[in-house]
């Protein structure tokens, strides 16, 4: 017989309970498929629409920053060399808005049964990988058709990835507590994701800074993702290391802030939501 489980309140700023994901590891399965099913359903496209926002945000961007604006490039055909950051920062944007409306879109689960809330921004998290390998596809394409062979060090593509996902997570644990004490914040997301855009060199080299900024523009951790994402799959100019230390700072001090905080407000979404 299976011993029963005893719930505890989370107690100050400590008790993660982390291993409580590995437990309910079915579930964060279940509700990660789910959004990846609801996410395309009664659409005409369905899973195209993870290829024709990219190509359609790339585009835009490219006669913006490109045609108009006349930014560097690196010397690299401009719709690759925007395309291949729209893929880390497609992968961060969904999963930021996703998971800052996961508690609110969740309601009845979160008033209902016992689960680890946390599992909810996490599966928003996971099921934007579905997206980012169809899109990933579409890249490796484009590639092949201007001859561009990736470099010796794309095996730390993964890494800059989970630094993606982390400091979607990071964000996401932060706005999706927020937002059930003030509402505003569903206001607030579509404005922040823009703003954070514009902030982040998708469209443009991060070389275009000053260099005397650099250190402040790198506390924006997705400069540092998109770069390195760019530099192990097309071969740009390699990120400073001193910036990209910042960036991966930032971006591990703001899922383990978010963390703590999300486990320290969790007793009180049930009553609020």
Do not use: C, H
Request: aromatic share 14%; no cysteine; charged share 15%.
């Amino acid at each position: 017989m299976n011993e029963p489980i005893l719930l505890k309140p989370s107690r100050g700023w400590v008790s993660l309970n982390l291993k409580d994901l590995w437990r309910y590891r079915e579930l964060v399965f279940f509700l990660t498929w789910r959004d990846v099913l609801v996410r395309y359903k009664q659409t005409v496209l369905g899973a195209a629409w993870a290829i024709l926002q990219p190509l359609i945000n790339m585009v835009v961007l490219s006669v913006i920053f490109g045609n108009l604006a006349n930014m560097s490039s690196e010397g690299f055909p401009r719709p690759i060399f925007t395309f291949s950051a729209l893929l880390p920062w497609g992968l961060f944007s969904t999963a930021l808005s996703d998971a800052g409306r996961s508690m609110m879109a969740n309601r009845a689960m979160i008033t209902k049964i016992y689960f680890p809330r946390l599992i909810l921004p996490l599966s928003k998290i996971l099921g934007g990988l579905v997206d980012f390998a169809i899109a990933f596809v579409v890249l490796l394409g484009m590639m092949l058709y201007y001859g561009i062979v990736p470099t010796t060090a794309i095996w730390t593509l993964p890494l800059f990835l989970l630094l993606a996902m982390s400091t979607a997570l990071g964000v996401g644990l932060w706005l999706s507590a927020l937002n059930v004490m003030y509402r505003d914040i569903g206001y607030i997301l579509p404005f922040l994701t823009q703003l954070w855009l514009l902030i982040t060199p998708v469209a443009y080299s991060a070389f275009e800074v000053p260099e005397k900024w650099r250190l402040v523009y790198a506390l924006n951790p997705m400069a540092g993702v998109v770069e390195g994402f760019r530099w192990a799959l097309l071969g740009t100019r390699q990120p400073e290391m001193t910036p990209l230390l910042v960036s991966a700072g930032i971006s591990i001090l703001l899922l383990i802030s978010g963390l703590f905080y999300f486990r320290r407000m969790e007793r009180t979404f049930a009553d609020m939501v």
